[in-house]
């Protein structure tokens, strides 16, 4: 194994630990009983986010409502409880307690993360970009999946960059959420999914054929790319094309934009973004990458954030495109300006 050791390490040494709990979910029992909700942190296509306190300890931590109307959405929520309490890992999202009243929605609490979205992070003026931090956010990012497959036997499968938040706005910790389209991965029967994000999905998922631990590599490649350059690989006018584009497996370094990334980026991300998953970088592979596993052969110079900005407004705006198309479809009554009562 590399000895390589990350720059986040003495950050943590100086920290304790997220408490390690086995989460069953609490029925017909009042979450109001247990902790105090605060302001909005979030909405998406699942319902909202909220910051709380639990009234016990005076812990501060996240309270996510999940929409069940469906007896499958109850069933889904079921399964991110189980995979959740199995994903105890400092590069994974920490699940705190879940409630179940009965109602149309569920509530998870989680670990509170305050830095934002990685990506809105690094596109900031006060953030120099070299490849050295791009090094520093993946290694953490395989990090956590090598723990998913080679532990938990857990597949994440919508890897992207929203799903990679920063544990504090200042430090350089990152933490992989949303484990809502995970699944369990026994390496004897064969899995199929045909779910994910169209930019950042492997072939197998678009042509339905077996899935592993390698599909989630996939994205990394993706990621990867995104942050070295700012342009996405696969995107096309559509999600038909964008599918299309990734069935193909069609891309290149031609951009101006990679002219000063290095050869060893380049390598770990061709080592990533290749067809035939069984031919791909497992995540313990990747983390003995020379770009990943040494501290040497880093240019130090700032990468050129200007596409990787557009590319992230271009993302948040469609992000909150769908939001609202899925709420209008939902005929939702509820607007979630404040905490449920």
């Excluded at 934009?257 to 061709?270: Q, Y």
């Amino acid at each position: 194994m590399s000895t390589f050791v990350s720059e986040v390490d003495e950050e943590e040494r100086n920290e304790a630990p997220f408490e390690r709990r086995e989460v069953v979910i609490k029925k017909g029992e009042d979450l109001k009983a247990f902790y105090k909700l605060h302001d909005e942190l979030g909405r998406g296509k699942f319902g909202v986010v909220y910051k709380c306190t639990e009234i016990q300890s005076g812990k501060e931590l996240a309270a996510k409502f999940i929409r069940t109307q469906r007896k499958e959405d109850r069933i889904d929520v079921q399964r991110e409880v189980d995979i959740m309490t199995k994903l105890q890992h400092p590069r994974l999202l920490q699940l705190y307690d879940a409630f179940d009243d009965g109602s149309k929605e569920m509530v998870l609490i989680l670990e509170l993360i305050r830095g934002g979205e990685l990506f809105e992070r690094v596109i900031d003026d006060d953030f120099v970009l070299t490849e050295k931090a791009c090094t520093i956010f993946l290694r953490q990012i395989c990090e956590g999946l090598a723990y998913m497959h080679y532990v938990a036997l857990v597949l994440h499968l919508d890897l992207k960059p929203e799903n990679i938040l920063c544990l504090t706005k200042t430090g350089n910790r990152i933490k992989i959420i949303d484990f809502g389209l995970a699944r369990f991965y026994d390496p004897t029967k064969k899995l199929q999914v045909l779910f994910g994000t169209p930019e950042f999905v492997a072939p197998e998922v678009v042509n339905f054929d077996q899935v592993g631990p390698r599909t989630d590599m996939w994205s990394v490649g993706v990621i990867t790319y995104v942050l070295l350059s700012g342009l996405s690989p696969f995107m096309g006018d559509s999600d038909a094309e964008t599918m299309a584009n990734v069935t193909k497996c069609k891309w290149d370094f031609e951009d101006e934009s990679f002219d000063k990334v290095s050869d060893e980026a380049k390598d770990f991300v061709s080592q990533c973004l290749v067809k035939d998953r069984t031919k791909r970088l497992d995540t313990k592979e990747a983390l003995n990458h020379r770009w990943l596993a040494t501290k040497e052969a880093k240019t130090e110079s700032a990468l050129d954030k200007k596409k990787l900005k557009r590319f992230v407004i271009k993302r948040r705006w469609q992000k909150l495109f769908y939001t609202y198309i899925f709420l209008r479809r939902m005929g939702a009554t509820m607007t979630f300006d404040d905490p449920p009562k």
